[in-house]
């Protein structure tokens, strides 16, 4: 309720992502003879991320993408710097507002009644009342960035950070990237945009606490054209149409999770769609041409869904999973949570053209990925030096499932 309530707050007073910074509101100048305060490849946890309100305008008509978005923090020890992840962002701007009163962490300590009213006298003191401009520094060697204030930040508050931002799409299929396709009718391709932010690439989208054990939900809107949709992690709650012929989708809050497993996609794709058992949605995503090669994977998603859910009795969290077939794309899947994206040839199946190899290769995979929306995106390694443990898991539960899918095909487990 509280999350819905912030969201709404947002909605109405957040800046749309394409809206353009006057000169005199950028603050990225930064006096030379500051240093950056952190030397650690691994962020500080004095600051504990719990709510990323995500603004973004990938322009599919050029090569970049403007961002805003707004992060709910805990301080968790007096600070005086924010650290946090950035690749090849140009950040326009960095502002930090107070939110909280002082915090009862204090009295989990259970300090004698004066020590705890100084604390909390000086803590009230040191609440930023109006938003504060940040001096930002860049380390590239870290990809991070450094949030300089004047006034320390005090354990037990909260407060809200906020970066307006620009990029350019990804080259690599790594961070957010741009497809084309052609169909059979089209002499000029079309694009779809997509993410891929496994294991370090959120920062390439927005700034954030890119580390796996850093978890937080997430408020999504995707600033798209009219002719195209988005999709994203979780359901969408409503579009409004916007200038210059855009509009924006607003997405439900997600379930908590880590920076790489957030994922939009704009498309003009067809979907085919079923229900699970217990009335999970599963939608598989492609080109209108190509849609009629979607029923043999939908078809498996939506038995590997029952099976795992049956198999690990705990039900698949999200209200929605959608799977979409992505052209030219490097990585074959993504397990991102609720939108799990394939490379077109591991996606796609034609009935009577293909063989049961083929069959067999969209069954592991598709079992492989939906792993992850238990082991790896609901139980999620500390950091990414344990990767193996959800790899080793959807690896062996790939095989598992395909023998439960298809009992005949005497898959090795
Ligand atoms: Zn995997």
């Given at each position: 309720m509280l999350s819905t309530?912030?969201?709404?707050?947002?909605?109405?007073?957040?800046?749309?992502?394409?809206?353009?910074?006057?000169?005199?509101?950028?603050?990225t100048v930064t006096p030379p003879e500051e240093t950056f305060p952190w030397s650690q490849p691994r962020l500080p946890t004095s600051i504990k991320p719990e709510h990323y309100f995500l603004s973004v305008h990938p322009d599919v008509g050029s090569d970049s993408f403007t961002g805003q978005v707004r992060i709910l923090i805990t301080v968790v020890n007096d600070t005086s710097f924010i650290i946090l992840n950035s690749k090849d962002l140009v950040i326009q701007e960095a502002t930090l507002l107070g939110l909280s009163v002082p915090s009862l962490i204090y009295q989990e300590a259970r300090p004698v009644q004066s020590q705890m009213l100084h604390r909390a006298n000086v803590a009230q003191e040191k609440l930023v009342k109006q938003p504060m401009a940040l001096r930002v520094l860049e380390s590239e060697a870290t990809e991070q960035l450094a949030l300089l204030m004047d006034t320390p930040l005090v354990a037990g508050h909260k407060y809200q950070l906020s970066l307006s931002y620009s990029g350019k799409f990804s080259d690599s299929n790594s961070g957010i990237y741009k497809a084309?396709?052609?169909?059979?009718?089209?002499?000029?391709?079309?694009?779809?945009?997509?993410?891929?932010?496994?294991?370090?690439?959120?920062?390439?989208?927005?700034?954030?606490?890119?580390?796996?054990?850093?978890?937080?939900?997430?408020?999504?809107?995707?600033?798209?054209?009219?002719?195209?949709?988005?999709?994203?992690?979780?359901p969408k709650l409503h579009t409004e149409a916007i200038e210059d012929g855009l509009e924006q989708d607003y997405y439900q809050t997600s379930v908590r999770m880590s920076s790489y497993l957030v994922a939009f996609v704009i498309c003009d794709y067809a979907v085919n769609s079923a229900e699970t058992k217990r009335g999970v949605k599963v939608s598989v995503f492609a080109a209108n041409h190509l849609i009629n090669q979607t029923h043999y994977a939908l078809?498996?998603?939506?038995?590997?869904?029952?099976?795992?859910?049956?198999?690990?009795?705990?039900?698949?969290?999200?209200?929605?999973?959608?799977?979409?077939?992505?052209?030219?794309?490097?990585?074959?899947?993504?397990?991102s949570w609720g939108l799990v994206t394939f490379r077109e040839a591991s996606l796609l199946y034609q009935e009577q053209r293909e063989s049961r190899r083929s069959r067999l290769r969209v069954s592991l995979l598709t079992a492989h990925e939906l792993a992850h929306q238990w082991f790896g995106n609901l139980v999620t390694m500390h950091c990414w030096r344990d990767v193996w443990l959800k790899e080793g898991f959807a690896s062996y539960l790939e095989h598992i499932a395909v023998r439960h899918l298809k009992p005949d095909w005497c898959v090795v487990s």
């Open positions: 309530i912030l969201y709404l707050l947002w909605a109405l007073i957040t800046v749309r992502a394409d809206q353009k910074l006057q000169p005199d509101e950028v603050n084309s396709y052609r169909t059979p009718a089209d002499a000029a391709p079309r694009t779809i945009v997509a993410t891929h932010f496994e294991p370090s690439a959120a920062r390439k989208a927005f700034p954030c606490f890119d580390e796996p054990s850093m978890k937080a939900v997430f408020s999504l809107v995707v600033v798209r054209r009219s002719e195209h949709i988005s999709l994203s992690n979780m078809q498996s998603a939506v038995e590997i869904m029952d099976i795992y859910e049956q198999l690990f009795q705990i039900a698949y969290p999200l209200p929605k999973l959608d799977l979409v077939a992505v052209p030219d794309v490097e990585a074959v899947g993504t397990e």
